[in-house]
């Protein structure tokens, strides 16, 4: 039997039908798992986002922990050095009262504070400060006692003022209560001790004391200070006259 023309040219038509919708099925399934894919890609991308995102806020919350690290460190050795422990023997000593007062007043820079009742030793101590001219001038605050029994015994001396206030352009006053010892340099160091600025104070007695860097506590030695000079009379020549004549006695 004689197969037409036309049912060749149909089976042909069939057979690539048959293979196009095969192909378009097959690209379905593939366009399936591609879309899959994508899904599961962009799935990724977001849990990668997100980690970066956290990671990065860790990586900040690292860097916030070490300069808050370096802080404490930092704040430890500040503590550490806050406080030194002063003395006064008649044996050498690593940290003298005497020591530590001449070392820091070489470093002054604005202004010192200084409260003794007795005074005959100041002057060498101050070798070494920085005297400055006109109004870069530091100064220089004394607060002291003017007694005329301290005077005839020596622990007052009336010259050692003079050259503070002529030499140093020290403002001085007195307070007859006062009992306290204390150097405030620049209200950055406070060294308070039993030592009074006399020779003995400086280098003979047994005295004991502090060396205070922390900055709470010098600007409450400050505070002090100037609440006792309110109170405080302003030490001239003629207040020492009516002392030594016996006009306050």
């Known amino acids: 039997m004689e197969i037409s023309k036309e049912i060749i040219e149909l089976t042909k038509k069939i057979r690539k039908n048959r293979i196009t919708l095969k192909q378009i099925e097959e690209s379905k399934i593939n366009k399936e798992a591609l879309e899959t894919q994508v899904k599961g890609l962009k799935k990724d991308i977001k ?38 422990f002063i003395v006064t023997t008649p044996n050498e000593a690593s940290e003298t009262v005497a020591g530590e007062i001449s070392r820091e007043l070489s470093q002054a820079q604005k202004e010192v504070l200084i409260c003794s009742p007795w005074i005959t030793h100041l002057v060498d101590e101050l070798s070494n400060f920085k005297k400055k001219e006109g109004d870069k001038r530091i100064k220089l605050k004394i607060i002291t006692r003017l007694v005329k029994e301290d005077i005839k015994r020596g622990i007052t001396d009336l010259e050692k003022f003079r050259v503070l206030k002529n030499d ?39 005295e004991a004391g502090v060396s205070l860097k922390n900055k709470e506590m010098v600007e409450r030695s400050s505070q002090f200070f100037n609440d006792v000079w309110k109170e405080s009379e302003l030490l001239t020549e003629q207040a020492i006259e009516e002392v030594l004549s016996g006009k306050e006695e």
């Not at 860790?58 to 030194?84: F, H, P, V």
């Not at 001085?172 to 204390?182: E, F, G, P, W």
């Open 47 to 84: 849990i990668l986002k997100l980690n970066t995102i956290k990671q990065t806020k860790l990586l900040g919350e690292i860097k916030e922990l070490n300069e808050e690290n370096k802080g404490l460190k930092l704040d430890l050795k500040k503590s550490n050095n806050a406080y030194t």
């Open 168 to 206: 140093f352009g020290a403002e001085i006053r007195y307070n007859n209560n006062l009992h306290a010892k204390m150097i405030i340099i620049d209200n950055l160091v406070a060294i308070i001790s039993s030592a009074n600025l006399t020779k003995k104070g400086m280098n003979v007695n047994y």
